[in-house]
Every structure is written in structure tokens, then in C-alpha cells.
């Protein structure tokens, strides 16, 4: 048999294997491996590019903001920012799973995991939920979308995985995803109204402004993580991963010193979650690099390159590569999809205009999405695993949110000036201010 009759078996063995539930790391490992034989790509050279693929500086802030997400969690303070949405939307309908929404976005602008979003904020709020009159499974699905703009609302660690393949700023990246990441949670809030308004779902409180102010006040810490993270790399202060760093020391000592929720005792658990959670993504980054050169050897980016060139136009070519991140989004995780799928389409999208933090943008929303779609939905798993209701139960009760999103991402896409008006570059965001 000749070559490219292996590198068809291998890849259907390999699917074959993925979707038995072989863990993602070994599957793109197994491929990896199993291709390099076939070709004849020396595995030297894949022990080479393991270590090069990790030997940057910018993926500090990967561990780090995993470990402020467990810091934050454990001191306390999610549970703060959750109580103070709660205040200034619990006098709608539906008043308190907005709030949960509002919760999540809070929380991302400090984790950067849609992952931690779901389960710190789900295990907090869906009890909640459940208890104010809401079904059970569109509770589960509040959270579980929710959670989707982890990875968007700035600082996302894919954003610096994405930064890191394509050297792009990270810190125009983290802008970059910042409006987006709000219109995300404005839309899914407003589907959220409406179809609590239809079923009646929630019960009402009165707004008290000085009951919101001191909910307000009670989380001040995590108001202070973000102005850490924001101001801090918006103005120039901190790198992102000097960012990180202070924003998890400012998180450990405040759940020491200030909200008492960590102990001395309770530090190496917290850490060896965190460890742990970093030990999964840091090989697969790593291994998802070498899977990128190789399909590049195979010919695949040239391929999908000519197909979509061939387009023409810049919306057909727009649309199309939304319509693969799309797909792809509901198949693979975001780690690998970024790594393999970035470094073949955001050419294409330079090529016809798009500025590369605006597609940035645009590839990682269409990708979130995909935590809420079938067949493989992250973030239903996650629900599902913090709330015990089967996964396909919540999927039901995804729709309003699947389609809220949905809307916003082609206003994102369609709109750049929502992306870029942040940003500092020439050409973009606030010089456009001063163009003459």
C-alpha cells in the first residue's frame, strides 16, 4: 500500500479510537506517531519539537490562571460576585439565572477557563436555581453556556496558546475579547429573560440599591482581581504572565489573611488541583504541535487553503472558515483545534483583509459555541458532572442559548469595530480616533 492509503487508515482508527472515549492526549499522540512512521518524519525531531513547543515564556500564564481560578473559587470569592449579580438582577424574571450568566462572566474576567467557569459557578448557583423555581435541567444549561465565554472574556488561556502559535500580542488579544465577551452574556441573558418570562420560572425580588451597594462592596476582592488583570496588561504594567502571577498571589493572600476560606493545610491540595488540570493541557499543547507540522508535510493546509481561496469574495471566505471552526468546534477541544486549525486558516482570513486579532476573535467564539453542541459539548459534561442530570437531557435546553450565541457571534464577525476598538495598534481601536 502506498502512503497516502496508511495515513487514511491510521486517521480512521484513530476517530475509531476517539470516539470509543480514548482520552484526546492520546489520540492526537497515537496519530502523531503512527504518521511519523509512515512518512518517514524522524521522531527525533518530534522529541525536538515536544520541547520547543513548550519552551516559551508566555505559557507561564497558563499554570497561573489555572491556579487563580482555584484560588478564587476556594477563598470565596466567586461566591461573592455571584451574590452581587443577584442584587441587581434578582428583580426580573429569570432574574437569578442571569445572574448565574452575569456570574460567569465575572468569573471569567479572572479565571480564563470556560471549564472552571461552568463547575465554580454551577456548583454555586444551580442549587440556587433549583430552589428559586427553576427546572432543574434549564438551570444546568444556564451554566453550562455560561461558561462559554471563559475562554473569551480577557485573560483566556487559549488566547495565549493562540497568541503564543500565531505571535500575536497577547495583551490585544485579551482587549480583543473583551466586548465580545460582553455582548456574549448580554445575548444569552436576554434568551434567558425571554424564556423565563414564557414559563414563569424564578421568583421575584424587590431591587434595593443599598442592598446591591454592599453586595457590591462584599466583593470587592474580585472587582480587585480583575482591575489586576485588565488595567494591569491594558496599561502597560504588567505582561499577561506577570499578570497572572500577581493576580493568583493577590487571590491565595486574600483567602488567607481576608475571607478566611484557605487554610495553610488546604494550599497543597489546591495546588495539586491545579497541577493536575496543567500536567493534562501542557503535553497535549506540546504533542498538538508536532500533529500541526506534520499536517502541513501531509499537504493538508495547502488543501484546505486552495478550497477556500477558491471561495472567493471576502464573505464566502469568511463564512466558510466560520463554518469549519464551526464544525470542528463541536467535534474536537479548543486546545488542539486552535493548534491544528489557526495556523491554516487565520492566513486565509489576512489575506482578504480581516485584522488577525479580530479573527482571533472570531475563531475562538465560534469555538466556544462548540462547548455547548453535540456530540462533543464540554461544558454539558461539566454540567452534568456538578449536577448528576444525564448529559442529553440538558442538551435539550441549550437551544435559546445555542441560538443567542449564535447571533452574536456574526454580529462579532461582521462588526469588527467591536473587536478592535480596544485595541492600540496602528490602524485599529483608538488611532482611528486621530486619523485625520
Known amino acids: 500500500m502506498d502512503n497516502s492509503t496508511w495515513v487514511w487508515l491510521i486517521s480512521i482508527a484513530i476517530t475509531a479510537l476517539f470516539f470509543l472515549g480514548v482520552p484526546i492526549f492520546l489520540i492526537i499522540g497515537l496519530w502523531v506517531v503512527g504518521i511519523s512512521i509512515v512518512i518517514d518524519f524522524t521522531l527525533a ?13 508566555g505559557l507561564l500564564a497558563l499554570p497561573l490562571f489555572i491556579l487563580t481560578g482555584d484560588f478564587i473559587k476556594a ?53 440556587e436555581m433549583t430552589k ?25 488561556i487559549i488566547f495565549i496558546v493562540y497568541g503564543f502559535l500565531m505571535n500575536l500580542s497577547i495583551s490585544d488579544l485579551f ?59 491594558y496599561g502597560g504594567i504588567f505582561s499577561p ?56 508535510l501531509l499537504g493538508a493546509r495547502a488543501y484546505i487553503t486552495e478550497i477556500i481561496s477558491a471561495l472567493g469574495g471576502y464573505y464566502a471566505i469568511l463564512l466558510a472558515c466560520m463554518l469549519l471552526v464551526f464544525i470542528t468546534g463541536t467535534f474536537l477541544e479548543t486546545l488542539p483545534d486552535v493548534i491544528i ?49 444525564p448529559y442529553f437531557r440538558i442538551v435539550r435546553h441549550t437551544w435559546p442559548y445555542f441560538i443567542s450565541l449564535m447571533i452574536a457571534w456574526f454580529i462579532i464577525a461582521f462588526w469588527p469595530t467591536l473587536t478592535t476598538a480596544l485595541l492600540f495598534h496602528e490602524g485599529a481601536g483608538i488611532f482611528q480616533l486621530y486619523k485625520p
Not at 187 to 195: E, G, K, T
Open 341 to 389: 486549525l489557526a495556523p491554516i486558516l487565520a492566513p486565509i482570513a489576512a489575506s482578504i483583509g480581516i485584522d488577525p486579532i479580530h479573527f482571533a476573535v472570531i475563531f475562538l467564539v465560534g469555538d466556544a459555541i462548540g462547548f455547548i453542541t453535540p456530540p462533543y459539548g464540554l461544558n454539558l459534561y461539566v454540567a452534568s458532572g456538578i449536577t448528576g442530570i
Open 241 to 296: 504572565t506577570e499578570a497572572a502571577g500577581v493576580t493568583a498571589g493577590f487571590c491565595l493572600l486574600s483567602g488567607i489573611f481576608i475571607t478566611k476560606g484557605i487554610s495553610i493545610k488546604n494550599i497543597p491540595n489546591i495546588l495539586l488541583r491545579s497541577g493536575q488540570i496543567t500536567g493534562l493541557l501542557a503535553p497535549l499543547i506540546a504533542v498538538s504541535i508536532v500533529m500541526q507540522q506534520i499536517l502541513s
Open 45 to 57: 525531531n518530534v522529541g525536538v519539537t515536544l520541547y520547543e513547543g513548550l519552551n516559551f515564556y
Open 175 to 233: 482587549m480583543g475579547g473583551l466586548l465580545p465577551g460582553i455582548l456574549m452574556v448580554f445575548a444569552m441573558q436576554l434568551a434567558c429573560y425571554l424564556v423565563c418570562k414564557k414559563k414563569g420560572w424564578g421568583e421575584l425580588i424587590k431591587f434595593d440599591l443599598k442592598h446591591s451597594i454592599r453586595k457590591g462592596g462584599q466583593a470587592y476582592l474580585g472587582f480587585t482581581a480583575i482591575f489586576i488583570v485588565i488595567f494591569g496588561i
Open 75 to 127: 477563598a470565596g470569592i466567586a461566591q461573592r460576585l455571584s451574590d452581587f449579580a443577584y442584587s441587581i438582577l434578582g428583580w426580573l424574571r429569570g432574574g437569578l439565572a442571569m445572574s448565574a450568566l452575569g456570574a460567569c462572566g465575572l468569573f471569567a474576567a479572572i479565571s480564563g477557563s470556560n471549564s472552571a467557569t461552568t463547575a465554580t459557578i454551577g456548583s454555586i448557583m444551580h442549587p
Open 132 to 156: 428559586g423555581g427553576y427546572d432543574k435541567h434549564f438551570a444546568a444549561a444556564t451554566v453550562a453556556a455560561g461558561g462559554t465565554v471563559g475562554i473569551i472574556i480577557p485573560p483566556s
